[in-house]
């Protein structure tokens, strides 16, 4: 991949997106944001901002003209923009279907017709409610009822991979599906209900950590800075072409801990209190007991490693819901005024893709 590739991304003012964007550009590349700002912010992108080789473009995926134009523009496309939270789905099924379906069928039609590089971003809900774990990219997915809207959602993000696995073998597109595990750090917002984010927040106002059920589901937990990392490996991997990968954590824990370490992390007098689904999420929803990934797949193939722990985690959320500055902070951005400040260590893009771009 050219090293002064311009990327698209879809989304890029999300957490995770936002996040890449700022990697992008600190490895020299040039990056078009593509977001609706549904749920995207344009703080995320306040670093970004000042960069000169960043541009904003307020729109949606739904827009076929507009994604169609940029997917002309742009060498490398990063499919992030979705509707995303168990949340957000619960409150939002229709749109959130439609946004999930035809956004990345217009994405996928305008990388083929322009014979782009992408890479679009699925989900552990694929994997719906195999509890089993650690799950491998070719585990069953076990699914209740579609009329239960977390398994319509479950299925829309599996329609985007059968697509974009379709136009892989078929028609030759470059394409990469990556699934995310539950995914932290900062900017990420409890609005649209991802635990840890709402834990931290709860603990840091000293108001009650509300658990979902017993608090005996399990997950595991990835800071976004080793997300982003995955990403970057996949991105300039041609091995990774044609391929679907987890990236996650595999370090486990119950929620109920959880919530007791956020309140520990926090130095917070909040209670525990268990909350019924059906309050949370209204009758009928259904949860997975554990979600652990196995990411041989990835490992194997780039090398990949998290660097960050559950503690990490726990310290960067805690600092995120104080409003204070992220233990892990992205490398200032070359060509911001930001580069003559002294940050935390930065979070590193790989060799293969750091680098100035030639004029
Ligand atoms: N959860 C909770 N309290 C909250 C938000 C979530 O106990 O305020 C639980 C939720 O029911 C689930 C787990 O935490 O069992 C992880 O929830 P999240 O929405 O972050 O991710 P996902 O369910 O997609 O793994």
Not at 17 to 46: C, I, P, Q, W, Y
Not at 105 to 134: D, M
Not at 219 to 245: I, K
């Amino acid at each position: 991949m050219d090293r002064c590739s311009r990327y698209l991304v879809t989304g890029g003012a999300g957490f995770i997106g936002s996040h890449l964007v700022d990697a992008l550009l600190a490895g020299g590349k040039e990056v078009v944001v593509l977001d609706n700002l549904a749920t995207g912010r344009m703080s995320n992108l306040a670093r970004a901002q000042e960069h000169p080789q960043f541009r904003f473009v307020h729109g949606s995926v739904l827009d076929a003209f507009v994604v169609d134009e940029l997917a002309r523009e742009c060498d490398v496309l990063v499919h992030l923009a979705a509707a995303v939270g168990v949340k957000l789905i619960v409150e939002q099924p229709l749109k959130s279907f439609i946004t999930n379906i035809k956004g990345t069928e217009t994405v996928l039609e305008s990388a083929q017709r322009h014979s782009r590089r992408v890479l679009v971003a699925s989900t552990s809900e694929i994997y719906g409610k195999n509890s089993s774990g650690p799950l491998t990219e070719t585990s069953d997915r076990v699914l209740g009822s579609p009329s239960v809207i977390r398994w319509s959602y479950s299925t829309a993000k599996a329609v985007d991979e059968i697509l974009t696995g379709l136009y892989h073998q078929e028609r030759g597109l470059r394409s990469t599906i990556v699934r995310f595990f539950n995914t932290v750090g900062p900017r990420q917002s409890p609005a649209y209900g991802m635990v840890i984010p709402r834990f931290a927040r709860q603990a840091v106002h000293g108001e009650p950590v509300t658990v979902h059920a017993t608090g005996g589901q399990r997950r595991c937990f990835l800071h976004v800075a080793d997300a982003v990392e995955a990403l970057l490996l996949l991105l300039d991997h041609p091995g990774a072409e044609g391929g679907t990968f987890n990236i996650g954590s595999d370090e486990e824990i119950t929620i109920l801990e959880l919530a007791e370490r956020v309140i520990a992390q926090a130095g917070s007098a909040s209670s525990v209190e268990h909350m019924a689904y059906d309050e949370a999420y209204g009758t009928g929803f259904e949860d997975m007991q554990r979600r652990v990934p196995d990411t041989t797949r990835l490992r194997t193939l780039t090398g990949w490693q998290p660097r960050f722990a559950l503690s990490d985690v726990l310290a960067d959320a805690v600092a995120d819901a104080r409003g204070e500055t992220s233990r892990v902070q992205s490398a200032p951005l070359p060509g911001t005024r930001e580069e003559a400040l002294p940050t935390a260590p930065a979070h590193t893009v790989p060799d293969a893709v750091a680098g100035p771009c030639r004029p």
